[in-house]
């Protein structure tokens, strides 16, 4: 699978969404958790396929032969995924199977259109004409000039109708339609009699099936038979580098363009005849590497993420509610907590509103003059929007940084772009050349003659939907250093030609790869002197080959280093001669493993950055990334004992060595189970009652300070951990892995 060095990005990724598949297929995982969690794999897969394999595609394209990338060349590796992907899918398929099985002896049933009851084909055929029909699109395929361009992410039928072999049989016809998923639910519950006390759900694409004769009674044809088909293209967008109005418009354009992209898949269902299967690949002009790839019956088990409320509480992950910040009492002030200590909030453990109170108090505090933000990602109904709107009717100045080039996001963003000018603020599209990935937001509030800056320096985005499903940090602050170096970013936001200077913070593209090569360096010079030398490196992707090849020098130099990697890891560890002294595990749970944090032992004096970016190269040459130091002693127990529990998960960690790649972690014989995420939450609800020591006592599994270290009474010390009655806010969710 790897190349001499490098585990190739994309053959990596797959193997992270193996990860996912595993969870659908672990008994232990609740029931419909398990369900979604195949939703999760398919929707990840389809994102995949948009940018990954349409990118691999188009390189192809431009060199037949195949250009030398990270851990292979193109063409091969796009047959290596077409190889996987199937076998992914068999598995797949096994999975569901034994979902719904295991549903149907709970008395859930999932049936298709040949198993109705007579009063239940009377209710799909009321439902079908009131909710359905008059959303339905059907185009006859034998009249149509030109073939209809297939919607990404969209699930189709194509409609055989014939009247079989007899002498004398018409022509058959074919037509296509489009399942309305947008407007119409998935999965519709249907009714039972009071004495049956099972529950029957049918499926959009059946309850279909079950009236085509009544969407097309003209034909009286004998057989009508549908199978589905879906097709998946590339969203890379093509935009020059024109910033403005003139670029909202190009993103706009490109936008339409992304509608009408290049096929880079086509599933069908595999029990289609032939000669259907061959007109519709002559009709989509599908090329000798774009394989159709065989299906099930059904697709876009993204839906199956909505899959209908049924069966007990055990089906589903117990309630979590946040965990309310000890330092943060009911009314109090953000400003000026922040003001006398550094905060950090661990979501989703605990709750972002208490962001959004930061920008409400500064909204209408009189003495705040401007609040500044980086915004890529943000929620539907954003109470983040809401709040920036009510600081400029109340005359402040607000600026934010729109990333229009946010992947799938991007019309969502030109939205919220558009509403924030119309209320008054200043709205800015970014850096030519980079995008913005930064999570940043700066608050200035003069106090007489003085000046205070109040900074927020995030892993994830400010988005409060996703703080509830993603693993995430986020540190408020009034150090002056760092509130000074915040300002600078901003600065070069507007004039672009004044990138400022860090000390504190770690900027990409200006100076981050530098710095964390100097960083690994000082751990190499220590472990060469006979010094305590060690890293803890989390992220969500490690690819940089320089960064890769960096961390190999020290491994070998004698450095400890343990890397957490939730998605693509490209290095190679624990191989003799390559990458000695290096480990890599990934941890896939309830919630998304989403925040970076880079721990280095620093000959003793450890340092600790959290942030936005990961290893990778566009991160750090691309793309405008901020990390942050975590000076706090009280705050940096903390993270350090985030990433000693995630070190010691023996339920959910996975291993990425090649020997044992993607293997859950051996727990040895009478060890108690460790579950980071679940661990972590009982930490910092016991943490309310015990205080900070309950951080402080939890120490890193390093072989370096095992002479120093009593980690293993000291965790077990911690098991048992207190309940604390919190309030409830929000339940936190299974966490879609977009």
Same mark, same amino acid.
């Given at each position: 699978?790897?190349?001499?060095?490098?585990?190739?990005?994309?053959?990596?990724?797959?193997?992270?969404?193996?990860?996912?598949?595993?969870?659908?297929?672990?008994?232990?995982?609740?029931?419909?958790?398990?369900?979604?969690?195949?939703?999760?794999?398919?929707?990840?897969?389809?994102?995949?396929?948009?940018?990954?394999?349409?990118?691999?595609?188009?390189?192809?394209?431009?060199?037949?032969?195949?250009?030398?990338?990270?851990?292979?060349?193109?063409?091969?590796?796009?047959?290596?995924?077409?190889?996987?992907?199937?076998?992914?899918?068999?598995?797949?398929?096994?999975?569901?199977?034994?979902?719904?099985?295991?549903?149907?002896?709970?008395?859930?049933?999932?049936?298709?259109?040949?198993?109705?009851?007579?009063?239940?084909?009377?209710?799909?055929?009321?439902?079908?004409?009131?909710?359905?029909?008059?959303?339905?699109?059907?185009?006859?395929?034998?009249?149509?000039?030109?073939?209809?361009?297939?919607?990404?992410?969209?699930?189709?039928?194509?409609?055989?109708?014939?009247?079989?072999?007899?002498?004398?049989?018409?022509?058959?016809?074919?037509?296509?339609? &489009?399942?309305? @998923?947008?407007?119409?639910? +998935?999965?519709?519950? /249907?009714?039972?009699?009071?004495?049956?006390?099972? $529950? =029957? %759900?049918?499926?959009?694409?059946?309850?279909?099936?079950?009236?085509?004769?009544?969407?097309?009674?003209?034909?009286?044809?004998?057989?009508? &038979?549908?199978? @589905?088909?879906?097709?998946? +293209?590339?969203?890379? /967008?093509?935009?020059?580098?024109?910033?403005?109005? $003139? =670029? %909202?418009?190009?993103?706009?354009?490109?936008?339409?363009?992304?509608?009408?992209?290049?096929?880079?898949?086509?599933?069908?269902?595999?029990?289609?005849?032939?000669?259907?299967?061959?007109?519709?690949?002559?009709? /989509?002009?599908?090329?000798?590497?774009?394989?159709?790839?065989?299906?099930?019956?059904?697709?876009?088990?993204?839906?199956?993420?909505?899959?209908?409320?049924?069966?007990?509480?055990?089906?589903?992950?117990?309630?979590?509610?946040?965990?309310?910040?000890?330092?943060?009492?009911?009314?109090?002030?953000?400003?000026?907590?922040?003001?006398?200590?550094?905060?950090?909030?661990?979501?989703?453990?605990?709750?972002?509103?208490?962001?959004?109170?930061?920008?409400?108090?500064?909204?209408?505090?009189?003495?705040?003059?401007?609040?500044?933000?980086?915004?890529?990602?943000?929620?539907?109904?954003?109470?983040?929007?809401?709040?920036?709107?009510?600081?400029?009717?109340?005359?402040?100045?607000?600026?934010?940084?729109?990333?229009?080039?946010?992947?799938?996001?991007?019309?969502?963003?030109?939205?919220?772009?558009?509403?924030?000018?119309?209320?008054?603020?200043?709205?800015?599209?970014?850096?030519?050349?980079?995008?913005?990935?930064?999570?940043?937001?700066?608050?200035?509030?003069?106090?007489?003659?003085?000046?205070?800056?109040?900074?927020?320096?995030?892993?994830?985005?400010?988005?409060?939907?996703?703080?509830?499903?993603?693993?995430?940090?986020?540190?408020?602050?009034?150090?002056?250093?760092?509130?000074?170096?915040?300002?600078?970013?901003?600065?070069?936001?507007?004039?672009?030609?004044?990138?400022?200077?860090?000390?504190?913070?770690?900027?990409?593209?200006?100076?981050?790869?530098?710095?964390?090569?100097?960083?690994?360096?000082?751990?190499?010079?220590?472990?060469?002197?006979?010094?305590?030398?060690?890293?803890?490196?989390?992220?969500?992707?490690?690819?940089?080959?320089?960064?890769?090849?960096?961390?190999?020098?020290?491994?070998?130099?004698?450095?400890?280093?343990?890397?957490?990697?939730?998605?693509?890891?490209?290095?190679?560890?624990?191989?003799?001669?390559?990458?000695?002294?290096?480990?890599?595990?990934?941890?896939?749970?309830?919630?998304?493993?989403?925040?970076?944090?880079?721990?280095?032992?620093?000959?003793?004096?450890?340092?600790?950055?959290?942030?936005?970016?990961?290893?990778?190269?566009?991160?750090?040459?691309?793309?405008?990334?901020?990390?942050?130091?975590?000076?706090?002693?009280?705050?940096?127990?903390?993270?350090?004992?985030?990433?000693?529990?995630?070190?010691?998960?023996?339920?959910?960690?996975?291993?990425?060595?090649?020997?044992?790649?993607?293997?859950?972690?051996?727990?040895?014989?009478?060890?108690?189970?460790?579950?980071?995420?679940?661990?972590?939450?009982?930490?910092?609800?016991?943490?309310?009652?015990?205080?900070?020591?309950?951080?402080?006592?939890?120490?890193?599994?390093?072989?370096?300070?095992?002479?120093?270290?009593?980690?293993?009474?000291?965790?077990?010390?911690?098991?048992?951990?207190?309940?604390?009655?919190?309030?409830?806010?929000?339940?936190?969710?299974?966490?879609?892995?977009?």
């Amino acid at each position: 699978m790897p190349h001499q060095q490098f585990i190739n990005r994309e053959i990596s990724w797959l193997a992270f969404n193996a990860r996912v598949l595993q969870e659908a297929a672990n008994v232990e995982v609740p029931l419909l958790e398990r369900l979604k969690f195949l939703g999760i794999f398919s929707s990840n897969l389809d994102e995949f396929f948009r940018v990954r394999v349409a990118s691999l595609k188009r390189m192809v394209d431009v060199n037949a032969t195949g250009s030398e990338i990270l851990g292979g060349k193109p063409k091969k590796i796009l047959q290596q995924i077409q190889e996987i992907v199937l076998e992914q899918r068999h598995s797949f398929d096994k999975i569901y199977s034994k979902i719904e099985s295991e549903l149907k002896e709970n008395g859930i049933h999932i049936i298709d259109e040949s198993e109705l009851s007579v009063d239940q084909g009377q209710f799909v055929r009321n439902y079908f004409q009131s909710k359905v029909r008059p959303r339905l699109v059907p185009i006859m395929l034998d009249n149509a000039r030109v073939f209809p361009n297939l919607k990404d992410k969209s699930v189709y039928l194509t409609i055989n109708l014939h009247d079989g072999n007899a002498p004398g049989a018409r022509k058959p016809k074919m037509a296509l339609m &489009e399942l309305p @998923t947008d407007t119409v639910p +998935r999965f519709i519950v /249907l009714p039972h009699s009071d004495d049956d006390l099972n $529950t =029957y %759900i049918i499926l959009l694409d059946d309850l279909l099936r079950y009236n085509l004769r009544e969407i097309f009674a003209i034909f009286r044809y004998k057989y009508i &038979e549908a199978y @589905t088909i879906k097709a998946t +293209r590339d969203a890379e /967008l093509d935009v020059e580098e024109e910033y403005g109005d $003139t =670029y %909202i418009q190009k993103v706009t354009k490109s936008l339409k363009q992304r509608k009408r992209g290049r096929l880079v898949r086509f599933i069908y269902d595999e029990k289609m005849p032939p000669e259907m299967l061959r007109f519709l690949i002559r009709k /989509l002009k599908l090329r000798g590497q774009d394989n159709p790839i065989p299906g099930a019956r059904y697709h876009n088990f993204k839906d199956f993420m909505k899959f209908p409320d049924v069966g007990p509480d055990s089906w589903r992950y117990p309630s979590a509610p946040s965990i309310p910040h000890p330092d943060i009492q009911p009314n109090a002030s953000m400003l000026q907590l922040i003001h006398d200590r550094d905060l950090l909030l661990h979501y989703p453990y605990q709750n972002f509103s208490y962001l959004i109170d930061l920008l409400r108090e500064s909204a209408i505090d009189p003495q705040v003059e401007s609040i500044k933000m980086t915004l890529y990602r943000v929620a539907p109904n954003s109470n983040v929007i809401n709040a920036l709107i009510n600081a400029v009717k109340n005359g402040k100045q607000v600026m934010v940084v729109v990333e229009l080039q946010a992947r799938f996001d991007e019309e969502a963003n030109i939205f919220w772009a558009d509403q924030l000018r119309e209320e008054g603020a200043k709205v800015m599209f970014g850096v030519p050349g980079l995008k913005v990935h930064s999570k940043l937001c700066l608050i200035q509030r003069k106090d007489r003659s003085t000046i205070h800056r109040y900074a927020y320096i995030g892993t994830g985005n400010f988005n409060e939907t996703t703080s509830r499903l993603y693993g995430d940090h986020g540190l408020f602050t009034a150090h002056k250093g760092i509130t000074q170096e915040v300002n600078n970013i901003f600065n070069f936001f507007e004039s672009n030609f004044k990138p400022g200077t860090y000390k504190h913070l770690l900027v990409s593209p200006f100076h981050m790869r530098s710095e964390i090569t100097a960083l690994i360096n000082n751990e190499i010079a220590n472990a060469q002197a006979g010094r305590t030398a060690y890293m803890v490196l989390k992220m969500n992707s490690l690819v940089d080959e320089e960064l890769i090849v960096k961390l190999y020098e020290a491994g070998k130099a004698g450095v400890e280093i343990k890397l957490i990697v939730r998605g693509i890891c490209s290095i190679i560890p624990g191989q003799l001669g390559l990458s000695t002294n290096i480990e890599a595990i990934s941890i896939v749970d309830r919630y998304l493993e989403h925040t970076r944090v880079y721990l280095f032992a620093n000959g003793g004096e450890e340092k600790l950055y959290i942030g936005s970016s990961d290893l990778m190269t566009r991160n750090l040459d691309r793309r405008v990334e901020v990390v942050a130091p975590i000076y706090d002693p009280k705050l940096f127990s903390q993270i350090k004992a985030f990433l000693a529990v995630q070190l010691l998960d023996n339920v959910k960690s996975r291993n990425l060595d090649l020997d044992n790649y993607n293997k859950l972690r051996v727990r040895p014989e009478g060890e108690e189970k460790l579950q980071a995420q679940t661990y972590f939450y009982d930490l910092i609800k016991q943490s309310m009652i015990e205080g900070n020591s309950v951080f402080e006592d939890i120490k890193l599994p390093l072989k370096s300070l095992e002479k120093h270290n009593s980690n293993g009474s000291e965790i077990k010390k911690k098991r048992n951990v207190k309940k604390v009655n919190a309030p409830t806010s929000d339940v936190i969710e299974s966490a879609e892995l977009d």
